[in-house]
């Protein structure tokens, strides 16, 4: 039977039905919201917004945001790739336990991708004594902070990466060792060119993720002001202190940012697009 046969096509209605339905559902969940974000946040006018900013608080937390975004897409980056090359290019027993454990942050509330970290390296934790001992501290610290955030962000770049990875299978690297090249060789001359638009989408999300993360962050660590309080538990602490405007200003430049992945997502999947239908016409 045809697709587009009599039996086949919906009803004008149904299909009208849905669309007002998708609407109207993103306009109450998703775009209300956002908008309410940006008017509260210019409520009292430009100089208040601006002054919001000028606070050495707000610079901290948007210091100390960037800089754990950083560092925990960094090494999700390096974990990602390697742990796509070797899922994809090897058969090793467990490669299905491992794949299963890259997805784990998805399925864990990040309250409790942050207590682990508690349990482990808090005072009373497993490793807590012999870490006071050597006057290390990991909890209400930068250290915590970056291990909690990069835990939650783990799968983004690997997930990304492993069934593009498999996709394309073994050949092209194949191919450019019989002709003499290395394994680093191969790596940058042949295996990243090739996943280039796949990775740059992970490393997007995953900063996306990073920059947003609250309840790993908020159980690690310790809502100290101006020294462990990234931009999402900035925004809290304003909150209860009543601080309306100055809430909404920080929030608004988080709303910001995640418009910004938005749009440089949106290019990056029609410019994947394109190439993957490019290398399945070769």
Known sequence: MSRDSPARRDPPWFAALLIAVTLLYMAAILLLPLITVFAEALRKGLDAYAQAFADPDAQAAIRLTLGVAAISVLLNTVFGLAAAWAIAKFEFWGKSAVMTLIDLPFSISPVISGLVFVLLYGINGWFGPWLDANNIQIIFTFTGIVLATTLVTLPFVARELIPLMQEQGADEEAAAATLGAGG????????????????????????????????????????????????????????????????FAVASLLALFALVTLAVKTLLEMRFAEELSIQRWR
């Open 184 to 247: 680093w060789r191969t790596f940058f001359l042949v295996t990243i060119p090739n996943v280039k638009w796949a990775l740059m989408y992970g490393v997007l999300l995953c900063t996306a993720r990073a920059m947003g993360e609250f309840g790993a962050v908020a159980v690690v660590s310790g809502h100290i002001r101006g020294e462990t309080a990234t931009m999402p538990l900035y925004v809290e602490i304003l909150y209860n202190e009543y601080s309306f405007s100055a809430a």
